[in-house]
């Protein structure tokens, strides 16, 4: 088949309602992705309430929280800037400094490079995400229930670790 025939083929599919198999293989990544970058964000939040109030359950909290996932902000870091990643580079000094990684080997059932390792961005692995970091190693974060439910724990413990005051229920004025 020629390109512009593929084209047209792929066009009429779409216009039939069929979504192309790539496109359905990349829902999964950009799930993946906001996931990622929502418990990032949460992070974040934690790091400053914690920061800014010194309250003690917000501490405890954002301890638990990067006990939990250590490496959540590394592989962030690279999913954000995997234009440098893609090129060698670890920290925004070493762009700077154009000194690349060290790449430390792998071996996840996924990935398997020994001697050198190897550069491996966005892959996933089951229902982890996974990313070179900074550092040259390769690190994962679960997508799932259980990593979600985590997170939820957490933010609901944040919450209830406040006094609260005023009405029980809000609900609309009728």
Do not use: C
Request: hydrophobic letters at 35%; aromatic letters at 10%.
């Amino acid at each position: 088949m020629s390109i512009e025939t593929e084209k047209l083929y792929r066009q009429e599919k779409l216009k039939s309602g069929e979504v192309p198999r790539s496109y359905k293989h990349r829902f999964a990544f950009i799930h993946a992705h906001s996931y990622l970058s929502s418990a990032d964000t949460f992070s974040k939040y934690l790091s400053v309430l914690a920061d800014e109030t010194e309250l003690d359950h917000v501490i405890k909290i954002k301890e638990q929280f990067n006990d939990i996932f250590p490496s959540l902000a590394k592989i962030r870091n690279s999913a954000q800037h995997s234009e440098d990643r893609s090129r060698g580079y670890g920290k925004p000094a070493d762009v700077r400094k154009k000194v690349k990684m060290d790449l430390k080997p792998i071996d996840n059932g996924f990935i398997k490079a020994e001697g050198g390792g190897v550069l491996a961005l966005s892959n996933l692995n089951g229902d982890r995400l996974g990313y070179t970091i900074d550092d040259g190693t390769y690190q994962e974060f679960e997508i799932n229930q259980n990593s979600f439910g985590l997170v939820a724990d957490l933010f609901q413990q944040l919450v209830n670790g406040f006094q609260w005051s005023g009405p029980v229920e809000i609900s609309p004025h009728i």
